[in-house]
T-cell receptor, first 115, second 111 residues
Framework: SAVISQKPSRDICQRGTSLTIQCQVD?????MFWYRQQPGQSLTLIAT?????????ESGFVIDKFPISRPNLTFSTLTVSNMSPEDSSIYLC????????????FGPGTRLTVT | QKEVEQDPGPLSVPEGAIVSLNCTYS??????FMWYRQYSRKGPELLMY????GNKEDGRFTAQVDKSSKYISLFIRDSQPSDSATYLC???????????FGDGTTLTVKP
């Protein structure tokens, strides 16, 4: 299995500011995903980040609001820009093992509150 | 209408009970069916996945997929208080494709 860490684990930010969330994996992986989990709701995919290519964003999410970097096979960042209270959520990094069987692992999440 | 609908719960059972968690879906292209367990303030943990139809068993957990009915289930036998968590179903069209998640069912197993 892959061990994933995220920083920060939680933060309280003011409206209009930006926060960058880091995701570190203990092994090299091709595919990394960023999800959002709003209170009482399920996971919504924000974007898929493959090393060496631009991130692919899902409908309703744009690069200007959620820029993503993927500088190598073990690390990625998600920035939440110009935050509003509606961005208060848990942000989760996820990776696919890339092996034959289905194996998707999640980080512990970053709990963001925007005031 | 959501692509994936999950029985909302919450569900409360006594220790030792058999638990049934269920999801339905509308996208016939889904091929991979997953169950995740999420403890409070933790990320989801993959419990089991099934490719196409059929059953899969892992210890006290059994996953069932009925593609003809577009219905999946997770059974937990001899439930334990440590099984208390939110269970999420998820589905994907391909092995490396994005997953679509249900809203989760919160289970409490009482000693």
């Amino acid at each position: 299995s892959a061990v994933i860490s995220q920083k920060p684990s939680r933060d309280i930010c003011q409206r209009g500011t930006s926060l960058t969330i880091q995701c570190q994996v203990d092994s090299q992986v091709t595919m990394m995903f960023w999800y959002r989990q709003q209170p009482g709701q399920s996971l919504t995919l924000i974007a898929t980040a493959n090393q060496g290519s631009e991130a692919t964003y899902e409908s309703g999410f744009v690069i200007d609001k959620f820029p993503i970097s993927r500088p190598n096979l073990t690390f990625s960042t998600l920035t939440v820009s110009n935050m509003s209270p509606e961005d208060s959520s848990i942000y989760l990094c996820s990776v696919d093992s890339g092996r034959g069987s289905y194996e998707q692992y999640f980080g512990p999440g970053t709990r963001l509150t925007v005031t | 209408q959501k692509e994936v609908e999950q029985d909302p719960g919450p569900l409360s059972v006594p220790e030792g009970a058999i638990v049934s968690l269920n999801c339905t879906y509308s996208n016939s292209a889904f091929q991979y069916f997953m169950w995740y367990r999420q403890y409070s303030r933790k990320g989801p943990e993959l419990l089991m996945y099934t490719y196409s139809s059929g059953n899969k068993e892992d210890g006290r957990f059994t996953a069932q997929v009925d593609k003809s009915s577009k219905y999946i289930s997770l059974f937990i036998r001899d439930s334990q208080p440590s099984d208390s968590a939110t269970y999420l179903c998820a589905m994907s069209e391909s092995r490396a494709g994005k997953s679509t998640f249900g809203d989760g069912t919160t289970l409490t197993v009482k000693p």
